[in-house]
């Protein structure tokens, strides 16, 4: 079964990068960007699409692992919270 999960994951990523060289290679007409900063910056669409598409997915993994983290410390305060009411809930004379 793993062997199989990884000759699936390494077929679609194959598929994938097949199809990113296509589109680049189909997508190699210069455009214009202007940042904002008042310069423009002339390069192929592809490249500009690429730049998105990997700025996004380490935004989007920065702010899952963001998430993450703040729940690993709210159960990490709530376990301590539960061993501290065993501990109460067990000593004589309650």
């Known amino acids: 079964m793993k062997q199989l999960k990884l000759g699936i994951s390494m077929l679609l990523f194959v598929l ?3 199809y990113a060289i296509a589109f680049s290679a189909n997508n190699s007409t210069a455009v214009n960007v202007d940042l904002l900063t008042g310069a423009v910056i002339q390069g192929p669409l592809s490249l500009w699409l690429g730049a998105m598409l990997l700025l996004g997915a380490v935004a989007g993994y920065l702010l899952s692992w963001l998430s993450k983290a703040r729940q690993s410390l709210e159960l990490r305060r709530l376990r301590r919270e539960v061993k501290q009411l065993q501990e109460r809930a067990s000593k ?3």
Request: glycine share 16%; proline share 17%.
């Open 92 to 94: 004589p004379g309650l």
């Open 16 to 18: 994938v990068l097949v």
